[in-house]
């Protein structure tokens, strides 16, 4: 081991956006790109208007409310430069949610999750989200919602290109685009894959590989012979149906990857 050779690229950066935090951000030369989830800005009485000086105090009541605050819990998409700063182009109502972005960041895709965390939860535990799509087309700058059932939750946006690409969620779900996310192919899913107590599950672990092939991984108790084990499937672009790829005995995918280039 040597002496990291670290060099201070900004000591401003993100800072004027509040609350202070850089998201899920990118950085290519001076150019930034972030997907920022955050809650409102909590502010507090000066000391000699609060009941108990020594106690922060909020100076709305909503803002002590942890519900309250959880509803209003926001996804940003936020573009600019190291230099000259950052731009607030989206902002939608969200705690969360995931995107896509083109290599060039010519195109991104964000998916929004949205509960209302003051209203009396169900018996059986499972609140409503409210899912939106969104698409843009020049580089963050303006947005469209895109067509989306709000019931079916996005966890995952993995795309080949900007046209081609898949959406995946709670059940587990998959979904095909090939025009955009104009419309969406529902995919039939691997043997075992659901399981009926857990209208929620997903897949431990989700990969695109540039070579159109996605794969998902999960865990099985029993599936045939195979016993406590991960299984990883693989569904070919040009395909309609998933594949057996691999059985990891004793084995919990956490994550999926693959090179950048195809081989």
Do not use: C, H
């Amino acid at each position: 081991m040597t002496t990291p050779a670290w060099e201070n690229v900004s000591d401003a950066f993100m800072m004027n956006d509040k609350p202070y935090g850089g998201g899920a951000f990118r950085i290519r030369g001076d150019e930034v790109i972030t997907l920022k989830f955050a809650g409102p800005e909590i502010k507090f009485k000066p000391r000699n208007e609060r009941k108990n000086p020594d106690v922060a105090e909020p100076i709305e009541p909503w803002m002590s409310n942890a519900g309250e605050t959880l509803n209003r819990s926001t996804a940003s998409f936020i573009r600019g430069t190291l230099d000259s700063g950052m731009t607030r182009y989206f902002q939608q109502q969200a705690q969360d949610g995931a995107w896509w972005y083109s290599k060039d960041w010519a195109v991104q895709y964000i998916s929004t999750g949205w509960m209302d965390f003051t209203r009396q939860e169900p018996v059986n535990g499972l609140a409503p989200q409210i899912t939106r799509l969104w698409r843009s087309i020049d580089g963050g700058r303006t947005w469209t919602q895109l067509k989306w059932p709000e019931d079916r939750n996005i966890s995952y946006l993995k795309f080949l290109d900007p046209q081609r690409g898949y959406a995946i969620g709670w059940g587990p779900n998959v979904w095909r685009t090939a025009d955009g996310g104009q419309t969406w192919q529902a995919i039939a899913l691997p043997p075992m894959a659901t399981d009926y107590r857990k209208p929620r599950k997903q897949f431990d672990a989700v990969d695109l590989g540039p070579d159109g092939l996605l794969r998902v991984a999960y865990y099985v108790g029993m599936l045939g012979e195979v016993r406590l084990s991960s299984v990883v499937y693989r569904l070919p672009w040009d395909k309609a149906q998933f594949e057996p790829d691999v059985v990891l005995p004793d084995q919990v995918v956490v994550r999926l990857g693959s090179t950048e280039e195809p081989p």
